[in-house]
């Protein structure tokens, strides 16, 4: 008496690699399977590639739901410094249409991809760094809590960049500290030194997203006061 299978493949992160070749391979091979997928960020805006591979959602648990529950912390965004302002959303697609309708030679498209590349520069100029670097390192040991944070730079150069500038702010920070707990009332110096302790054993590191192309993320935790 045969035998009757019935399979099934469960997905977690139901995104990226699952719409490459060895998903495409596991389908393949498997072609009566139901594929059943998770996902807490379904890909793409506009595209919904998620729903199109596996098919629409079969039950929805939104942020809001997660927040209620106590799963998750509320998101909460903040404009720190320094600014670059953008005042048309669209200018991508627009910069698109125009260079599409000037029907560029060669040289006058290579002399416009140099003019635009100095965009990068604006948003890598060391000064500008710097004041991210001193700004995240004070805001993020001053929320009050312990917890961990992520900086998403543009790209790998600019990680470890960063990397660097917060490793030098963050030591001046700790210094500040040791030098205040030298001179503290004694009613002080537990706390200083709870401190002080966190940020001598908090580590950092430059995370690089392979998935990506162009985002590389420096990740680091930060400290309660």
Excluded at 174 to 188: G, N, R, T, Y
Aim: glycine share 4%; net charge negative.
């Amino acid at each position: 008496m045969g035998a009757l299978f019935e399979w099934k493949r469960i997905t977690d992160e139901a995104h990226r690699s699952q719409y490459d070749t060895l998903a495409m391979n596991m389908r393949t091979a498997l072609p009566h399977a139901a594929f059943l997928g998770f996902t807490g960020t379904p890909l793409m805006v506009g595209e919904e590639k998620t729903k199109e591979v596996f098919g629409d959602y079969i039950s929805v648990y939104d942020f809001g739901q997660s927040i209620a529950d106590g799963a998750t912390v509320p998101l909460y965004y903040e404009n720190r410094i320094p600014e670059l302002q953008l005042i048309n959303e669209n200018l991508n697609e627009d910069l698109t249409r125009l260079l599409e309708n000037a029907e560029l030679d060669d040289d006058q498209e290579r002399k416009v991809e140099r003019v635009f590349a100095r965009e990068y520069h604006l948003i890598t100029r060391d000064d500008r760094l710097e004041a991210i670097a001193k700004d995240l390192v004070q805001h993020f040991v001053g929320r009050g809590h312990q917890g961990k944070a992520m900086m998403v730079c543009i790209d790998k150069a600019t990680a470890v960049k960063m990397y660097n500038k917060v490793q030098a702010h963050w030591q001046d920070y700790l210094a500040q500290l040791q030098a205040d707990l030298a001179s503290s009332p004694e009613e002080q110096q537990k706390r200083l030194k709870h401190k002080v302790e966190v940020l001598e054993t908090t580590d950092m590191a430059v995370v690089v997203s392979q998935g990506q192309n162009v985002v590389f993320v420096c990740a680091m935790p930060y400290v309660s006061t």
